[in-house]
C-alpha cells in the first residue's frame, strides 16, 4: 500500500466534528439523568480528541490511558476510591503520555516542526513503509 502525504499537525476531519458534537450532546443529556456520568463522557472524550488529533499519540498508548481510567472508574464504582481519583489520576497519566509521545523520533503532532523537526526527512527515509505513519512508532 502506498503511503499517504506528508501531513503531520493538529487535524479535524467532519466524522471528527461530528463524534465531538455527539458526545457534547450526550454530556448535556446525561447531566440531567446521571450527573456523575456526564463529567466522565466530556473527560474521555476530550482526552482522546488530544491524543488522536492534537498530539497525534501511538495507539499503544491511547489504549494504556483507557485502560488506566476504566480500572480507575472500577475502583470508583466500588466505592474503594474517591470519585475525582480517576480524574486527577488520569490527568497525570495524560501529561506523561503526551510528554512521552513528544520525545518520540516518529512524534507527528501539535508542534512537530519545533520537537522534531527532522521529521519530514525521516519520513521521506521511511517512504516504503506500508503503516501510513512517519516512522516507528
Known amino acids: 500500500m502506498a503511503r499517504g502525504a506528508f501531513q503531520p499537525g493538529?487535524?479535524?476531519s467532519p466524522a471528527d466534528a461530528l463524534?465531538?458534537?455527539i458526545a457534547a450532546a450526550a454530556t448535556?443529556?446525561?447531566w440531567s439523568m446521571q450527573p456523575r456520568l456526564a463529567p466522565s463522557i466530556a473527560f474521555v472524550t476530550a482526552n482522546f480528541f488530544l491524543f488522536c488529533n492534537v498530539f497525534r499519540v501511538a495507539r499503544r498508548l491511547e489504549l494504556l490511558w483507557a485502560g488506566l481510567f476504566v480500572a480507575l472508574?472500577?475502583?470508583t464504582?466500588?466505592?474503594a476510591v474517591p470519585a475525582w481519583l480517576p480524574f486527577v489520576a488520569s490527568s497525570v497519566?495524560?501529561?506523561?503520555?503526551v510528554l512521552f509521545?513528544?520525545?518520540?523520533?516518529g512524534y507527528h503532532g501539535l508542534g512537530w516542526q519545533r520537537v522534531n523537526p527532522g521529521l519530514r526527512t525521516r519520513w521521506e527515509q521511511h517512504a516504503d513503509a506500508d503503516d501510513g505513519r512517519p516512522g516507528p512508532q
Do not use: H, W
Open 28 to 30: 448535556v443529556v446525561s
Open 93 to 97: 497519566a495524560t501529561f506523561a503520555i
Open 77 to 79: 464504582l466500588l466505592d
Open 101 to 105: 509521545a513528544m520525545r518520540r523520533p
Open 10 to 12: 493538529f487535524r479535524l
Open 19 to 21: 463524534v465531538l458534537a
Open 73 to 75: 472508574s472500577a475502583t
